[in-house]
Structures are given as structure tokens and as C-alpha cells.
């Protein structure tokens, strides 16, 4: 369907912009309830950063992006101390370290710097970390099987250890599901009230999309919400009706958010263990390398919820973000930014704005309507267009993106997916930075999926830089291929034109809409294999593949400077904080052709450090990290 002509922003939604949390945020926050999440006032014990000397296997300091090896590294209180060949730092060590440690890496072993996740939210994936998972991923690989019938055989298997009333799903993704044919064509599957009843009818079920553009419901959830909520009842006067006319599809934040408010209370006290899944989740980080964290979507309550979890607990990974904005309220009242210059967890790089939602959810939004069902579709646009002709910037957004950058002087990341959206978005940065006399920002268009080339040289000379959800590429592209855009998906994540343009690019996650693990997003930029096809190994527009060490870069070195942590992360300079990772292999000597990097996400990672110490060791495949272990003989 058409955009609504009295669309409000703050409707649409992907990871972006979290409907849970945007109704629970109030309750979540409270000092009640953080008193609940952080009873104690006990500070984290951190351990003592270790006084090491690291030599042999390959050692990539990504040193002003330089993907050059070195032959060893000296670190001590945390940070690096010295790089270059062997005898420079032995040297150094024995000169302003003695009793320093060694440590040997052999065979191809590989020590890199930590690898950067630069777009994904933390509090609202470990807030969901009880839903019950309906993903189509396991670990960081599409599921062999995905469809109704698996997905029903975990919700009926897990029914009787689901607390609550009602049964909370997440990540349902009907993009990832075997295509139905209607009338001779293509279509992704539809997904009602009737279908869930299919699955259990008996007991009351809310799953959430992969996209977070929808809430699914059974008719036994349907009648649980008309029964619970007033206002439901009053717009609708039967629940007949209420099912009748929304078929279990909630759409946006408009129908969500009286549904979800009814299970409001379960949902709080899902989350009371958010301390633990945040460390469950920096966990998962860790064994994939990563070291640094940039949230897409922080506010006041997540900033003060994750700072209180660093407080009592220790560093993990490094992180960041982006102070999320909604309403031309919310930045009239921002303070003039301030670049960070020293690094603190949870530290203030960037406003976020939401343009529009998901192009796999069918939100994004397009200059022409995406060739599957519904008809006429052309995605969601979240700022009011009432009045203006079609595909005309709202001047309500034009204000927000003017009042954020030339105004308040912040750097912006803004969220746009469909082709119109980014085009919006491009529009906006040339009309605000005309008025920009400030110093030079990074600003971000996020996902940035659909882009042309001409837009690519815009971007470039206005100083706009692109992060790719690459999974669109490796995970969907496929089902944008065949069923949701047709040749239009050729458009998707140009990161070969735009570095070939000269600009700088990252690769995320957004997590959790896929997996964390910047080595399997460098292979799906390396590759661009579409792994959903069931019947070839199938590459979407080739000549956008990147290099291995393009895409080494673009999750440490750039991924720094796109997040304003390159004076301390992304590679390992003097003084930078001996933040890194240690690989069973190399990524950048991966046997060619290119399909051997389908392998790149399986590399084991051994061992990941944070300020100079262990945060994770691979049992499987290395022993535990002692001081015996680490030393070898002087002179040897």
C-alpha cells in the first residue's frame, strides 16, 4: 500500500528503531527497575592489563590502514608500546619493561586488531534475549531449513518452558521462507492470524518480524488484546472485527504498541536479567573477534542502563554510539556537539535519524513500488507528507537534518534503506551543509542499500560516507533477486564503486537483525555468493566485490574513523590501546579464487584481548593463557 498521507515519524520500524522499547522504555528506565536490574553497588574487578612482547605468525597493526605486516608488537598497561621487528622490541621492552612477558604465534596464526562492529543495538537485542528465537539464522549461517513447519515445531517444542501468558517470538522472517507462486508469479510468504493458528491455536502467540516492521498474532493472541486493552475496544467494539481487519498483521507502531502494552509486565520481567544477555551478547562479540561496539540507537535510559552495567561489570568491548532522535523536539533540545577526544564507554559520536524502514520488511521506501505483494507499495516514509506532491522531501525532515548539523554542529547517521529514501537523505546533507561552516563532520547514511552513481559522487564531495548492512547482499539478496526488486537489486551495497570513488566504507550487522561477525561480513563483500539460493552458488553484481583487504579495512581501520574511535582503535599504533585479535588463519591468504572466502566466517578465533587482557581463549583450540604459556626463551 501507499504511504499513508497522515504517516507520522516514529512508525516504521527495523532494529533501528524498536517498537518494544519504544513502548517500554518508561517502565524499562525507571529507577524501580533499575534498582531490580543493578541491585548491588559493588564495582567491576577488572584484572591487570598484561606486559607482553608478541612475535612470530602474521601480525597486521593495520597501521594508517596499511594492511603490512610487522614482525612483533610490545604492549604494557593496556596499550601498545612499541611495534617493528623483532630486535626493536625486545629492545624496548628490556629497556622500560623488564620482567615483560613473550608471546609466540605460530604458523599462520594471525594477530590483527580488534575487529569493529560500527551499527548495532545493544540494549534492545539483550532486552529480547528471552523471545523465543525465530530467526532463520544458526550461529552466522542461514538455517538448511526454514519455514512454517520449523518454525511452528520451536514454538510448540518450547511451550512448556515459555513463561507468561502469552508467548513472545522474535525474528520471524518470511523474506527467508521457500517463495509461494500466486498466479504465476513469485511472492514471499503471508503470514496471518489464521497461519499462526495453523501452528497453536490453543495458546496465545505474538511474534515480532525479523524487520520489526510487523507484530504477528494467532486469533487467540487477537482476543487477549481486545479483551486487554480499552482503546482497542473502543475503536474496534468486537473482537471479530479487530481480527477481521488487521488478520493478525500489526502494522507499524500505530497497532504494535496497544498490543504490546498488554504484555507490558511480562516483557519487564524478561528483562530484569539484561545485565546477563548483555554479557551473554559482548560474550558472542568476543569468540567473533570483536572488541568495539557502535549503537545505532542509544537515548538517555540505554546510555545510563549500559554505563551502571560497565560500572559493575568489566570492559568486554569498547563502546559507543549514536543518540537516537525522533522528533524535531528531541534535537531543538540537543547541546552543541563536542568531538570525543578521550574514550569513554557508552561515549556520544553521532544523532541518529530514522528515515524509513526495511526493504527485505517491505518498509523501505522506493521511488517505485517493489514488484511483490501487496499491490502499490512503495514502503514507509516516517516524516509527514500531507500536502506536497509525491516523492517531495518533507520540509519537516529537512528542518530535523538542519537543525542536527548546521545548527546543533552534530555529526549525523541517517538511517535510509529504499532508493527514495536515501535520495532524501542525500538531498538533505546538501541542504544543510551549504549552511554548515563548522568543522568538517563524519556523516553517515546507514545501510544506504539502494544507491546510483551519481549519488555516489554527491556523497563524496559533500563528505558522506556509507555503512552496509552487507548482509542484504549474502543473506537476502536472493529473495530481492527473484521476488522484491528484480534488476533493481543490482543496486544493492555498491561497496566496490564506492571505494573505486575514493570513499570510506564500513560493513555492519545491525544486530540483531543478522548475526554479529565482521569476518563473515567481509566475506559477503568479498564473495557476494547469494546464500538463499537453493540450487547454484549464485554472485549478485560481481563488479561491486571487495578485496580482502578492502574489507579488512573497512571493519577496523575505516569502521574507527567512521566512528570516531580512530584515536584509540582500529589499528595498533603507539599509544592505542592494545585492543586485538588473534585468527587460526589469515584472512588475507585465503587460497583464490574467491569462493574459497565462503570459509572466512568458520576462521577460528583464538584468543581476543581488551586493553592488554584475555577477554576470550578458544578452549577447542588453544589452551588456557598462562604466564608459562606465553614465555619462550630470550634469546630464542
Request: glycine letters at 8%; one cysteine or more; a negative charge.
Amino acid at each position: 500500500m501507499e504511504t499513508s498521507p497522515n504517516h507520522t515519524h516514529g512508525c516504521a520500524h527495523c532494529s533501528c528503531h524498536n517498537p518494544v522499547l519504544d513502548v517500554l522504555k518508561e517502565e524499562l528506565f525507571s529507577a524501580e527497575n533499575m534498582t531490580k536490574i543493578n541491585p548491588g553497588s559493588g564495582k567491576a574487578i577488572h584484572e591487570k592489563p598484561h606486559t607482553l612482547m608478541i612475535r612470530g605468525g602474521i601480525i597486521r597493526p593495520m597501521i594508517a590502514g596499511s594492511t603490512e605486516t610487522i614482525e612483533s608488537i610490545g604492549i604494557a598497561d593496556g596499550k601498545v608500546v612499541v611495534t617493528g621487528t623483532e630486535d626493536q622490541v625486545e629492545e624496548y621492552m628490556n629497556e622500560n619493561y623488564q620482567g615483560f612477558h613473550r608471546k609466540e604465534l605460530t604458523g599462520t596464526q594471525t594477530l590483527l586488531p580488534g575487529l569493529i562492529e560500527p551499527h548495532v543495538h545493544m540494549v534492545p537485542t539483550a532486552m529480547m534475549q528471552g523471545w523465543l528465537d525465530l530467526s532463520p539464522f544458526e550461529g552466522q549461517n542461514l538455517k538448511a531449513k526454514y519455514d512454517l513447519n520449523s518454525v511452528g515445531a520451536i514454538i510448540n517444542d518450547h511451550i512448556p518452558k515459555i513463561p507468561g501468558v502469552v508467548i513472545l517470538g522474535k525474528g520471524l522472517d518470511p523474506s527467508l521462507m521457500p517463495f509461494q507462486e500466486v498466479g504465476g508469479k513469485k511472492e514471499l510468504i503471508t503470514i496471518t492470524n489464521t497461519v499462526l493458528d495453523g501452528i497453536n491455536a490453543d495458546v496465545p502467540m505474538m511474534v515480532l518480524s525479523a524487520s520489526m516492521h510487523t507484530l504477528y498474532l494467532n486469533t487467540k493472541a487477537m482476543q487477549y488484546v481486545f479483551d486487554h486493552n480499552t482503546a482497542i475496544q473502543a475503536e474496534y467494539k468486537t473482537a471479530d472485527k479487530y481480527i477481521s481487519e488487521t488478520n493478525g498483521q500489526l502494522q507499524e507502531g500505530l497497532q504494535m504498541t496497544p498490543a504490546l502494552k498488554t504484555v507490558k509486565l511480562q516483557i519487564i520481567a524478561m528483562s530484569i536479567e539484561i545485565n546477563r544477555y548483555l554479557t551473554d551478547l559482548f560474550n558472542t562479540a568476543n569468540s567473533r573477534g570483536v572488541t568495539f561496539m557502535y549503537d545505532a540507537g542509544l537515548n538517555k535510559g540505554s546510555v545510563n542502563l549500559l554505563t551502571k552495567y560497565f560500572e559493575t561489570h568489566p570492559e568486554l568491548v569498547r563502546t559507543g554510539g549514536a543518540h537516537l532522535c525522533s522528533s524535531q523536539e528531541d534535537v531543538s533540545n540537543l547541546e552543541h556537539y563536542t568531538e570525543p577526544h578521550h574514550y569513554k564507554p557508552v561515549y556520544y559520536g553521532h544523532v541518529k535519524v530514522v528515515s524509513d524502514g526495511s526493504n527485505q520488511g517491505l518498509t523501505g521506501y522506493q521511488s517505485a513500488p517493489y514488484l511483490c505483494d501487496p499491490a502499490n507499495n512503495t514502503g514507509v516514509f516516517n516524516f509527514p507528507q500531507t500536502g506536497i506532491p509525491a516523492h517531495t522531501i518533507p520540509p519537516s525532515y529537512n528542518t530535523l537534518i538542519n537543525t542536527v548539523v548546521a545548527v546543533k554542529g552534530w555529526p549525523l547517521m541517517i538511517h535510509a534503506n529504499g532508493d527514495q529514501a536515501v535520495t532524501f537523505a542525500i538531498n538533505a546533507y546538501q541542504r544543510t551543509l551549504a549552511q554548515y561552516k563548522g568543522r568538517e563532520l563524519r556523516n553517515r547514511i546507514e545501510h544506504c542499500s539502494l544507491l546510483t552513481a551519481d549519488q555516489i559522487t554527491n556523497m563524496l564531495q559533500m563528505g558522506v560516507s556509507a555503512s552496509f548492512l552487507i548482509g542484504h547482499v549474502g543473506y537476502w539478496g536472493y529473495a530481492f533477486k527473484e521476488v522484491i526488486f528484480g534488476e533493481k537489486a543490482q543496486m544493492l551495497d555498491l561497496c566496490g564503486s564506492t571505494l573505486a570513488a575514493g570513499m570510506r566504507i564500513t560493513l555492519h550487522s545491525d544486530n540483531e537483525v543478522s548475526p554479529l561477525g565482521p569476518l563473515r561480513m567481509m566475506e559477503q563483500s568479498i564473495t557476494r555468493i547469494m546464500e538463499k539460493n537453493p540450487n547454484d552458488i549464485e554472485v549478485l553484481n560481481g563488479t561491486e566485490r571487495l578485496t580482502p583487504e578492502q574489507a579488512l579495512i573497512a571493519v577496523t581501520y575505516d569502521a574507527a574513523w567512521q566512528c570516531y574511535a580512530d584515536k584509540w582503535v582500529g589499528s595498533l599504533n603507539e599509544g592505542y590501546f592494545a585492543d586485538f585479535v588473534i585468527l587460526e588463519q589469515d584472512p588475507l591468504s585465503l587460497n583464490t579464487p574467491s569462493l574459497q572466502y565462503m570459509k572466512m566466517r568458520d576462521i577460528p578465533v583464538l584468543e581476543t584481548w581488551v586493553g592488554g587482557i584475555p577477554v576470550y581463549v578458544n578452549a577447542k583450540t588453544t589452551k588456557a593463557v598462562t604466564e608459562k604459556d606465553m614465555v619462550f626463551p630470550k634469546n630464542s
